[in-house]
């Protein structure tokens, strides 16, 4: 697959979506619904729990030969060995995160203009994460980017794009001729009682993006 398959459903975890599940049950039940990568995502884990549940991850998403991501921390994703590391604007620089990331390791970074893609582009990313694209409640800081802006940072770059922020199976269709590898979805999932359903619901609609 390439990097643009893999980038096709996008899979961010968020603990406060669980309601008393195991992450790893949760993300498994994505996985055999049709996700095609994996970001774990913990801002308030120490470092020794961050790691052990980022290792019990790498190993489950190998079964599936599917790519875990690890955010924003590199000592983490280096630990684990995880297949790549996503970083935002605030996080580490791009430049900063490549001199430092294995070869052939992948980069993803979070643009909200065309100006911050081909900056992130020129830094070495290898995808680039925009959004927030739709009202979302799972990150209180996230920036609203207009579809036209989407759009055209789709345009501007020649690395995949996927779009992230409240996307769900309403709003998705929005989305159609974005020029788009695919989409990053949470809640989507994870807020879901049956997240494999969801996943599966998601991936039949992408057919049409």
Not at 5 to 17: C, G, I, K, P, S
Not at 46 to 73: G, M, Q
Not at 77 to 95: C, E, P, R
Request: negative net charge; proline residues 3%; aromatic residues 4%.
């Amino acid at each position: 697959m390439t990097l643009r398959d893999d980038l096709t459903l996008y899979a961010v975890t968020d603990r406060a979506w669980l309601n008393g599940r195991r992450l790893v049950d949760c993300v498994e039940a994505a996985l055999q619904g049709g996700v095609t990568m994996v970001q774990l995502r913990e801002k308030h884990l120490d470092r020794a729990t961050f790691i052990a549940e980022a290792r019990a991850l790498k190993s489950l998403c190998a079964r599936y030969a599917v790519p875990l991501l690890i955010n924003d921390d590199l000592t983490v994703a280096q630990a684990v060995d995880a297949d790549g590391l996503h970083v935002g604007q605030s996080d580490l620089a791009a430049g900063t995160v490549r001199a430092q990331w294995q070869p052939g390791k992948l980069l993803g970074v979070s643009a909200q203009t065309v100006e911050t893609a081909l900056a992130a582009e020129a830094a070495g990313a290898d995808y680039l994460g925009v959004g927030a694209v739709f009202p979302t409640s799972t990150k209180a800081d996230a920036v609203d980017v207009p579809l036209a802006t989407l759009r055209a940072i789709t345009q501007a770059v020649h690395i995949p794009v996927v779009a992230i922020g409240g996307i769900d199976a309403l709003t998705l269709p929005q989305l159609t001729g974005s020029g788009l590898a695919g989409v990053a979805v949470v809640s989507a999932l994870f807020a879901a009682p049956d997240i494999t359903a969801s996943a599966q619901a998601l991936r039949r609609q992408l057919g049409a993006l």
